[in-house]
């Protein structure tokens, strides 16, 4: 089994900043893409940020220059810096990744339990 634990949430004014942890754990062999989404209230859950193992990324649009994704490969944990944060910016973010077990060498999709993320204006 694959665990995937986020921290880093909170309440923060307009204009802050705040920086996001996941850290996998269990039978991991490799983890080939780590991601962050969002869900607002009364909307769907949308990509936020991904990276790929060899580091390419990919945002929204509307955190393009003010979110930056990470990740240290050693210690399976990817990282979400978000500056310059507004209330659209509010809402659960959870991570994601896509792990490879290693006692079936079979891939799955993992979630974490979300952390909540409150812009106040």
């Known amino acids: 089994q694959v665990q995937l634990v986020e921290s880093g949430g909170g309440l923060v004014q307009a204009g802050g900043s705040l920086r996001l942890s996941c850290a996998a754990s269990?039978?991991?062999?490799?983890?080939?893409?780590m991601g962050w989404y969002r869900q607002s209230p009364g909307l769907q859950r949308e990509l936020v940020a991904e990276?790929?193992?060899?580091?390419?990324?990919n945002y929204a649009d509307s955190v393009k220059g003010r979110f930056t994704i990470s990740r240290e490969n050693r210690k399976n944990t990817v990282y979400l810096q978000m500056n310059s944060l507004k209330p659209e910016d509010t809402g659960g973010y959870y991570c994601?990744?896509?792990?490879?077990?290693?006692?079936?060498?079979?891939?799955?999709?993992?979630w974490g339990q979300g952390t909540q993320v409150t812009v106040a204006s």
């Open positions: 994601n990744a896509d792990v490879t077990d290693y006692r079936s060498y079979s891939g799955s999709t993992y």
């Open positions: 269990g039978s991991i062999f490799s983890i080939e893409r």
């Open positions: 990276i790929r193992s060899g580091g390419s990324t």
